[in-house]
């Protein structure tokens, strides 16, 4: 025996056995495998970004991004880490589609990077840049894989961010609707499924306010040009949706890939579940309610005042494009909320310090929003089809001496947001998929390598793969189509 117990221990045993008499529990509601599966046609994926996993930085006419010039910043990126070789995806990506096959995924969620396709970020393409693509859709599809992609997982090119202040112009937005068009009519054939941008409120509010973390390009705009940046994302994201329509296969399927802003019922009573509804579409007005809704909402402006973004009814029209799905990635509850007799019609709660959270500080143990984010999502927009883009883990991965890492954290943690996020569809919440980041360990932004996401371990020395405990676990789950 590793540890001998204690008396607390043996205490806390006593107090877990069961108390109620065995014929009880005989009677009790039996739960068949097949009330915890998920729909017959769920879509089981993983998801990754260019500049996490890639490297090959200025391969085969690749420009510069904000992100090879901010990670390079002495003192920026935790260890002085950067992207130049990450998971050396670019050469290893027919390895890593056999990773994949190996998890029986059907989909891979994987961003377009668009300084490879456009190094100057308008102007010329360079057709070698989307011949990489071409080659990884192609080697998706020959196993069974279905691609969906991402045109903008934060890596804007450098050129845009030098010419013209990157997403602080109206100009970076066209361009980007240039670049989506222009990608739709080379992989539209082949990928039915394009999310516009990740998480605009993460790279605006850490890139360009002065959100928690610092991200490229680094800037701390004042609250005016902030929002405007955000009018500028959201007009970009509209443009791509049209441009796609437009020059992409008339079966291609578009939506946003957004960090939703989740709210949960403190207390699931009637009130607090209205009150939560309230703060969803407030709480998320600077994005999903502007592009679901074609405005922003009356609290959003006046609490914005005289920094209130500056824009045309046209604008709006543009950023609320009909979309096919959205996508939101759901980490953890953002607030926990309850009805109050204030005009919002809500409160948000504080956290206590006791609060559980993951690896990462910020993550937040509570399963529940991956059944709230959904159900609200669908309950206040009438949304027909959404897919969890990301959900996912950091963990304190220890290789052991033979060569395993057991991420008992990192199962536990998955299994207790796919039980909730089965509750949503067997309620009939229409989400039609479900993406786990990550496939393997990347380069996690300002953590740089220190922090582990991957369902596999990579040495990053070496670039060995290794799959986790984690692995087999979604293999079990993707196999039985419910959480194992
Ligand atoms: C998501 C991003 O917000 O969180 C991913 O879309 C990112 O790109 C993931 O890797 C984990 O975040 P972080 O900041 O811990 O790397």
């Known amino acids: ?72 910043l002495p003192g920026k990126i935790h260890g002085n880490d950067h992207g130049d070789h990450a998971s050396d995806h670019f050469a290893r990506y027919k390895e890593d589609v056999a990773l994949m096959k190996a998890l029986g995924v059907t989909a891979y969620r994987f961003s377009i990077a668009w300084p490879r396709v456009f190094p100057d970020g308008n102007g010329e393409p360079n057709p070698k840049g989307m011949d990489f693509y071409n080659r990884l859709v192609d080697e998706l599809l020959a196993n069974g894989v279905a691609p969906y992609a991402t045109l ?51 790279f605006i509010d850490f890139g360009y306010g002065s959100g928690p973390v610092e991200m490229a390009p680094g800037l ?44 949960v019922p403190a207390i699931a009573t009637p009130q607090n579940i209205r009150a939560a509804e309230i703060a969803t579409r407030e709480m998320n007005g600077g994005y999903l309610t502007a592009m679901l809704e074609g405005r922003y909402t009356d609290a959003f402006l006046a609490y914005a005042g005289r920094n209130a973004p500056k824009f045309t009814a046209d604008d709006m029209k543009i950023i609320s494009s009909p979309l096919d799905f959205v996508g939101i990635n759901v980490y953890m509850p953002q607030h926990y909320v309850v009805a109050s007799e204030d005009p919002n019609g809500f409160s948000l709660l504080p956290f206590p310090r006791s609060f559980p959270h993951m690896e990462s500080d910020w993550l937040r143990m509570g399963p529940e929003a991956m059944y709230w984010a959904p159900r609200l999502l669908a309950r206040n927009w009438d949304v027909k089809a959404i897919y969890i ?96």
């Open 1 to 72: 025996m590793p540890h001998s117990f204690t008396r607390r221990h043996f205490a806390k045993l006593a107090g877990s056995l069961p108390l109620v008499p065995a014929v009880a529990s005989a009677q009790a509601t039996v739960i068949t495998p097949d009330s915890r599966c998920f729909p017959p046609d769920f879509v089981w994926g993983t998801a990754t970004s260019a500049y996490q996993i890639e490297g090959s930085v200025t391969a085969e006419g690749r420009g510069p991004s904000i992100w090879d010039r901010y990670a390079h």
């Open 152 to 202: 903008y997982h934060w890596d804007l090119p450098q050129s845009l961010q030098d010419r013209v202040g990157g997403w602080q112009s109206r100009d970076t937005a066209q361009a980007f609707g240039a670049y989506a068009g222009y990608v739709a009519q080379k992989i539209s054939d082949r990928v039915k499924h394009i999310f516009t941008i990740n998480e605009s409120a993460t």
């Open 389 to 484: 883009t990301e959900n996912g883990t950091s963990g304190a991965d220890k290789m052991s001496a033979d060569g395993r890492v057991i991420d008992l954290d990192r199962i536990m943690y998955l299994r207790n947001y796919l039980t909730q996020l089965q509750r949503a569809t067997a309620e009939g919440v229409p989400v039609k998929g479900y993406f786990l980041w990550s496939l393997m360990d990347n380069f996690e932004w300002a953590d740089g390598y220190a922090k582990r996401f991957g369902l596999y371990h990579l040495d990053f020395d070496s670039q060995r793969r290794t799959p986790k405990l984690s692995a087999e676990f979604y293999r079990q789950t993707i196999a039985a189509n419910r959480p194992m």
């Open 220 to 263: 701390k705009l004042p609250q005016a040009e902030l929002n405007q940046v955000r009018h500028n994302v959201l007009l970009g994201h509209g443009l791509a949706v049209q441009a796609i329509r437009a020059s992409g296969h008339a079966d291609t399927k578009v939506g946003p890939a957004e960090n939703i802003v989740a709210c």
